[in-house]
C-alpha cells in the first residue's frame, strides 16, 4: 500500500537555512526506503505559515517505517532541532487536476 505524506515545516526564528539543510540531509535517504519526494515547495514562513512543504511518498508502512528508523536520520536529531520549530504530517491522496495547464481559471487563482 502506498503512503502519501504531506509535510508542513517551520524553522525555528532566524533559521530556514538551517532547516533546508537538514531537509537536504535527509531527503537524500528517502530512496533507500522506497520512497520519494514528489514536490518540494519553500514558503516566507510569515504570518504563521510554513517554511517548506513537501509531499513525499513511500512504497509501503514498511519503507516509511525504515527511514523513520534509520540511523543516519536519527542521528541528526540536534540539527533538527535547532534547526525546525514544528512539523505537521498528513496522510494525502492525490486529486488529478482538471483544469489545463496554462488555462485562465475564474476564481481569481492561476
Known amino acids: 500500500m502506498t503512503i502519501r505524506l504531506c509535510c508542513l515545516l517551520w524553522a525555528r526564528p532566524g533559521a530556514?537555512?538551517?532547516?533546508?539543510?537538514?531537509?537536504?540531509?535527509v531527503l537524500a535517504l528517502l530512496g533507500e526506503h522506497d520512497g520519494r519526494?514528489?514536490?518540494r515547495a519553500r514558503a516566507d514562513?510569515?504570518?504563521?505559515?510554513?517554511?517548506?512543504i513537501q509531499l513525499i511518498e513511500f512504497a509501503s508502512q514498511a519503507g516509511y517505517d525504515g527511514f523513520?528508523?534509520?540511523?543516519?536520520?536519527?542521528?541528526l536529531a540536534g540539527d533538527r532541532d535547532a534547526a525546525i520549530a514544528r512539523t505537521e504530517l498528513y496522510p494525502v491522496e492525490l486529486v488529478e487536476t482538471t483544469v489545463s495547464p496554462g488555462a485562465v481559471r475564474d476564481d481569481g487563482i492561476g
Open 16 to 25: 530556514a537555512g538551517a532547516l533546508a539543510a537538514y531537509e537536504d540531509k
Open 37 to 39: 519526494i514528489l514536490q
Open 45 to 52: 514562513g510569515a504570518e504563521g505559515r510554513p517554511d517548506e
Open 68 to 75: 523513520m528508523a534509520d540511523e543516519r536520520r536519527t542521528s
